[in-house]
């Protein structure tokens, strides 16, 4: 059976475990219809032209997993940021894991999608929240319709939360291959702060599929820092759909580190409500062997006097794919925006693409507005300099591409990720970290 | 310390060095001189490894040893060592953690430990007062938006911390005003000891009154073509090299 049939099918059965009755039921059914109707993104349209699912489509999910819960700590612990205190949600197979989980309720709401969406005292906020900022696109209905669990945090009123909120996906193997949609509402109220991590990590080699949704409020002078961390096995797959709406004098930031992964794409949409907003995306991506990274991004200026700053680094080697489309959409309304956009590439080896795409469209004619974008190599010149200094290859290469993430880079602001994201790099340039950047 | 016996060098199949001899011994400053386009700052890039050259002839032999077939970083590692005529700008490295990185991997190549923080710290400080260096200088990236003495001033502190048995400088001089040319050439000079050497590159005489060399060499079309004391610099900047050019066309 074609996935689309397989999951068209798997909504009745599915429509047997949620209540119907609850408003929430008919965003969903909307939802299912409009997938219905559109089916899986294809290489046809503009925005998925460089990016075919073809490959990950034909896999035979399971859409409902077995509830077998079999992983421990020491299992997941190295994915974690265990050595910083932090809230932490888990889900196994798509599935809340309460003993692995660090919930609160106290000061903030760290804890599920699934009781906010069932339990009455939640409703208004549902009301108000869900789904509202979601477009109508493909593969952001068909989580919608099959929206059940996430990750919910709410953070009060000038509500600082004292330590960042993790959130990680794990994926045990126990089904053949795996199809998993978390669903994620992320509202930080006026002048609250909270740092967010978020973490897809399949533990074994079986195919998993994920798309996942994630709507982040931002109220008025609230900030938000968010961590997205892609550095999962060459058999597993992301969808990530991620939909920000900001108030006045708000900052966002998001950071996305793809460091592995068969097919990942981000969806990835900033719509500013407000004056004074900024707004800052930052990625790092390193690719080898075949895997494939679409960055497909927008920030939609509605207002006066915000900001926006895009900057991501890509650095490919054997025969992986980037993609960077990045947007940037100025309203009629929105003067005096200053939106900057960057996308630098390397690419190492003779079999390695990548595509990048700025994509400017400005109605306000008092605004600066920039992009650039480089497709290049290691400087072999550096390269030599950085050698006859004692430097080996391997190490000097290494430290090259170091410094050309540490842009994006030196903006995180747990020093703990750093860390990680560091090694990481190193691990995969095979180097012995000597130095710190 | 250093023997070049019979070297010839090629870049992209166009024959640069044409035949050089030079002998280099441990406590002595050699300068090579020349004109424009004889081959002085190929020798240099040769001595160091620079892979765009190919040595079709000869050998280069450091401390007995031919050194070849070597790569530029096991070259840094015996302790040869190139202060560039026009350094690489490396955005996004401090010169801080770039001195560290590469005094760590000259240390890991001999089989010592990493330097421990604090003394790196102290010879940091040391080697940039030497030079007269900001601090702030060497927080910022290498070599980025630095001017031309700003540069050079940089390669001489490298050295300093590198502490090589052989420094090659290739136009050190060039870009520097005569202050930046005093505390490059004082630093040069309080570096000298009876352990190293050092090799002068350079086109005018004046770097060569501050470091004074035992040797004079004159470079032309790839060849040597005079070797002499320290006063044959001077006899050079008075003439020029076009009596250099007639000698050796009567010889021929």
């Known amino acids: 059976m074609e996935l689309k049939e397989k999951l068209m099918s798997s909504y009745l059965a599915f429509e047997e475990q949620v209540d119907m009755e609850n408003d929430i039921h008919n965003v969903r059914n909307k939802a299912i219809k409009f997938f219905e109707t559109t089916g899986f993104p294809t290489k046809k349209m503009e925005a998925w032209k460089y990016t075919s699912l073809n490959s990950i489509l034909k896999e035979d ?208 949409r900033f719509y500013q409500h407000g004056e004074n907003c900024n707004s800052i995306l930052k990625g790092v991506t390193i690719l080898e062997g075949k895997q494939h990274v679409d960055h497909n991004t927008l920030v939609h200026h509605i207002e006066p006097n915000c900001e926006s700053h895009q900057d991501y680094k890509g650095i490919f080697s054997e025969k992986s794919v980037g993609v960077f489309n990045g947007s940037i959409l100025v309203d009629r309304l929105a003067q005096k925006t200053n939106a900057f956009q960057s996308n630098n590439n390397i690419l190492l080896d003779d079999g390695a693409t990548c595509n990048s795409k700025p994509q400017l469209e400005i109605f306000a004619d008092d605004v600066k507005c920039s992009h650039g974008c480089t497709i ?40 703990e990720i750093k860390n990680r994201i560091t090694k990481q790099i190193a691990l995969k340039l095979e180097v012995e970290l000597g130095f710190n950047l | ?53 190919e040595v079709t002839e000869g050998d280069i032999l450091f401390e007995k040893a031919n050194i070849s077939e070597l790569s530029p970083e096991e070259r840094a590692h015996k302790g040869i060592f190139l202060s560039f005529q026009y350094p690489i700008e490396i955005p996004g490295v401090s010169v801080t953690n770039f001195i560290k990185t590469s005094i760590n991997q000259v240390r890991k190549s001999r089989g010592q430990k990493d330097m421990p923080a604090n003394e790196m710290l102290k010879k940091i400080r040391e080697k940039s007062a030497l030079l007269d260096m900001d601090r702030k200088f060497l927080s910022r990236s290498l070599n980025e938006g630095f001017s031309g003495g700003e540069k050079k001033r940089n390669e001489i502190f490298q050295m300093a911390m590198l502490e090589p048995k052989l420094a090659i400088l290739d136009e050190t001089d060039s870009g520097l005003d005569i202050d930046a040319l005093r505390i490059v050439s004082d630093g040069v000079n309080r570096l000298r000891n009876k352990g190293n050497a050092t090799l002068v590159i350079t086109h005018y005489q004046r770097l060569l009154d501050y470091v004074i060399p035992d040797v004079v060499h004159v470079l032309m079309d790839g060849k040597i073509v005079k070797t002499g004391g320290k006063e044959l610099a001077k006899e050079l900047e008075e003439r020029g090299y076009d009596w250099l050019k007639e000698e050796r066309a009567e010889m021929t």
């Open chain 1, 61 to 268: 999910y399971s859409i409902f997993p077995k509830k077998e819960d079999t992983i421990d700590y020491k299992d997941i612990k190295k994915y974690l940021i265990h050595d910083i205190d932090t809230y932490t949600i888990v889900f196994i197979d798509g599935i809340y894991s309460s003993h692995l989980s660090r919930t609160t309720h106290d000061k903030l709401d760290a804890c599920l999608m699934s009781s906010a969406l069932n339990k009455s005292k939640y409703k208004s906020i549902m009301d108000k929240y869900f789904n509202k900022i979601v477009p109508e696109e493909s593969m952001s209905s068909l989580n919608t319709a099959f929206a059940k669990e996430g990750a919910y945090i709410r953070i009060p009123k000038n509500v600082s939360a004292e330590k960042p909120i993790q959130i990680l996906n794990f994926s045990t193997g126990n089904e053949s291959a795996l199809m998993v949609q978390p669903r994620n509402l992320i509202i930080a109220e006026d002048g609250a702060h909270v740092q967010i991590i978020e973490r897809h990590q399949s533990l074994t080699d079986n195919p998993v599929l994920t798309n996942s949704v994630t709507e982040v409020y931002v109220g008025k002078n609230a900030e938000v820092d968010y961590y997205k961390i892609q550095n999962d096995k060459t058999t597993s797959s992301l969808i990530d759909n991620t939909f920000i709406k900001q108030e006045r004098d708000s900052t966002c930031s998001l950071h996305t580190f793809s460091l592995g992964g068969k097919i990942t794409r981000n969806n990835l």
């Open chain 1, 376 to 415: 290049g190599q290691l400087n072999n010149e550096a390269l030599y300099y950085l050698r006859t200094r004692g430097i080996p290859k391997k190490e000097a290469r290494a430290l090259l591409m170091f410094a050309f993430a540490n842009n994006v880079l030196d903006s995180v602001k747990i020093p």
């Open chain 2, 1 to 53: 310390m250093l023997k070049i016996k019979n070297l010839h060098a090629s870049v992209d199949g166009e024959k640069i060095l044409k035949g050089i001899d030079l002998e280099i011994n441990a406590g002595e400053v050699h300068a090579i001189m020349g004109p424009n386009g004889s081959g002085k700052s190929t020798l240099a890039s040769v001595i160091a490894g620079n892979e765009d050259f």
